[in-house]
């Protein structure tokens, strides 16, 4: 039997259901109302979910003495005391808010990945990095750091400032009789009446229509059926 993959959301299935059982609980629910779940994944909307990136505020800049185009910061992360970061940013500035990626966290550069480490640089003590935004999967390569909102306040995760969503995906096995499922209404659809069979009063929360009209019905259509024996009836 010819098989279909069908990868569903759990964030897109609650912009029409607002579920609130745990995601085990859905997939046993799919799985027994024909739409089999064959793996259940966890995918992060950026690579690495921004884990161990915190906004920063630099406070001050001064030059590197055995490297003219390094720079010293010390910036601040939220925490008692400021760290010091090595910086080769031509565009750094002290005021600036800024990513800072800690010491522990993993970048991620396509299919390769580098750990921050605590190290020296040219004979001085740099405790983190400060980001461009393709180092952290926000933004195309540049030449300098990634400069944020000047209300950002340091300290706060990143993946709460740029509010980051993970989401689960479930892979569906679908067979050919279940074209009604390759999509996330329909899938939605059969998930409330299962659901709603069991007892819960769920509603499906469809996209609204209402500011649609037909505004031009000039652009008629018309059809020739030249071989009725074949097709007795055509409808567009």
């Known amino acids: 039997t010819f098989v279909r993959i069908m990868n569903i959301s759990y964030n897109w299935l609650n912009n029409y259901l607002n579920l609130e059982i ?20 966890k995918v992060d909307s950026v690579k690495g979910g921004l884990k161990g990136i915190l906004i920063g505020e630099v406070l001050t800049k001064s030059q590197h003495p055995n490297a003219d185009r390094l720079a010293i910061t010390t910036v601040n992360i939220g925490s008692k005391k400021p760290v010091q970061i090595i910086c080769g940013a031509p565009n750094v500035k002290t005021g600036q808010k800024v990513p800072v990626a800690t010491v522990g ?94 007892g819960k009063k769920l509603k499906m929360c469809r996209p609204s229509v209402n500011n649609f009209q037909i505004d031009n019905t000039n652009k008629t259509i018309t059809v020739e059926v030249k071989d009725t024996e074949r097709c007795p009836r055509y409808s567009g």
């Open 105 to 198: 966290t993993t970048l991620y550069n396509g299919e390769k990945s580098f750990k921050i480490k605590e190290s020296k640089i040219r004979g001085e003590l740099s405790d983190g990095m400060i980001c461009g935004a393709d180092e952290i999967g926000l933004g195309e390569k540049t030449d300098g750091i990634m400069v944020l909102d000047s209300n950002a306040k340091a300290g706060t995760p990143a993946d709460e400032y740029f509010q980051l969503k993970s989401d689960t995906v479930f892979e569906i096995g679908l067979t050919p009789n279940r074209s009604d499922a390759m999509g996330h209404i329909g899938v939605a659809r059969d998930l409330l009446a299962v659901l709603n069979h069991k």
């Open 22 to 41: 745990p995601l085990e609980e859905v997939a046993t629910l799919l799985t027994d109302i024909g739409l089999e779940v064959e793996k259940i994944k």
